[in-house]
């Protein structure tokens, strides 16, 4: 089912990286909401959040129950975030307003933001 895509004109589109050397870099996809996977692959590598980067290829949000606390901790660490289709489904309904992106998202994951404050869901 298609949905809007005018919600990712308000997002940039490119970014340009700018990475020392020496630098690690990890990258990670596909959290489903879910902060003690992310906390759990960070300890594995021994992730220095003073050092190191993150780069988060998308679906960070929905199915699990950690949305909002995932993106509180790519905020204050400054991750790098792509938008997987579950940000874009999220965006798409609350940016949108786009009904058949709604029940998609609420569908797959996305009704989580029913019980979030008003305050929480403007950060996300």
């Known amino acids: 089912m298609p949905y809007s895509t005018r919600c990712l004109a308000k997002t940039p589109i490119h970014q340009q990286?700018?990475?020392?050397?020496?630098?690690?870099?990890f990258i990670i996809s596909d959290l489903d909401a879910d902060y003690k996977k992310l906390a759990g692959a960070l300890e594995s590598v021994n992730f220095d959040y003073d050092n190191d980067t993150l780069i988060m290829l998308g679906d960070v949000i929905d199915r699990g129950n950690d949305s909002v606390k995932l993106i509180k901790h790519i905020i204050k660490h400054n991750f790098i975030m792509l938008l997987g289709n579950h940000e874009h489904m999220m965006l798409a309904s609350l940016i949108d307003k786009d009904k058949d992106a709604f029940q998609l998202w609420v569908k797959n994951g996305g009704a989580w933001h029913f019980n979030e404050t008003q305050e929480d869901l403007l950060l996300v």
Not at 17 to 25: F, M, P, S, W, Y
């Open 17 to 25: 990286l700018h990475i020392n050397d020496g630098t690690r870099v």
